[in-house]
Structure formats: C-alpha cells, structure tokens
Nanobody, 116 residues
Framework: QLQLEESGGGVVQGGESLTLFCKGS????????ITWYRQAPGLQREMVAA???????ASADSVKGRFTISRDNAKRTVYLRMNDLKRDDTAIYYC??????????WGQGTQVTVSS
C-alpha cells in the first residue's frame, strides 16, 4: 500500500520561496495522481495543486502563477515549489492520493508559516 510523507515546511518571510516534498514508499507512486492540500487554522482542508501520472497539472486559483507542482518518478517524489509566499499561505500542507482522500487517511503534513 502506497504511503506518502511530506517534508520541507518552515518559517519564511512574505515574498520568499519554499519547496515542499512528497515522498512515496513504493513503485506504484509512478502511476498515481498526487494532490497537495492545505489546512489553515479554523478552516477546511483545501486542494492546492495536483499532478497526474502523465504530468498533467491543476492548481487552485489562489496559487496560480505562484506555486508549481512537478514530479520525479525515479525519486518517487512530488515537489511543490511555492514562490511569493503570502500570510494566507500559512497552513499545514499534506499530499495524498485519491484513494487516501477517499478513506480519509492523511499523513502528518508539513507546517508552512509565512510571517509579515
């Protein structure tokens, strides 16, 4: 069963950049759509960006032009490059598969904090 682990979060100033990493545990990762989500305090979890096995991507309007999702299947890793970070981007970021989301299985996530 494919497991995912998020990393790369931290504390940054507004306008700075950060890259998040989502590492898969097995080779089925290459054939799986991976989606980044985030959850800010007091708010519902929301989709940020997704990438299919064929590297088609989609992203939320709030991050278009600032965040880029990509993948390296040889490293079983999906990246979320976040540029021009804003305070509203402060959240715990999670990556997940469609199956994991369906069964409400989530990892620990990685905290991103953007200070003014």
């Amino acid at each position: 069963q494919l497991q995912l682990e998020e990393s790369g979060g931290g504390v940054v100033q507004g306008g700075e950049s950060l890259t998040l990493f989502c590492k898969g545990s097995e080779s089925s990762f290459s054939f799986t759509t991976i989606t980044w989500y985030r959850q800010a305090p007091g708010l519902q979890r929301e989709m940020v960006a997704a990438i299919s096995s064929g590297e088609q991507t989609a992203s939320a309007d709030s991050v278009k032009g600032r965040f880029t999702i990509s993948r390296d299947n040889a490293k079983r890793t999906v990246y979320l490059r976040m540029n021009d970070l804003k305070r509203d981007d402060t959240a715990i970021y999670y990556c997940n598969t469609d199956l994991g989301r369906h069964y409400d299985r989530w990892g620990q996530g990685t905290q991103v904090t953007v200070s003014s």
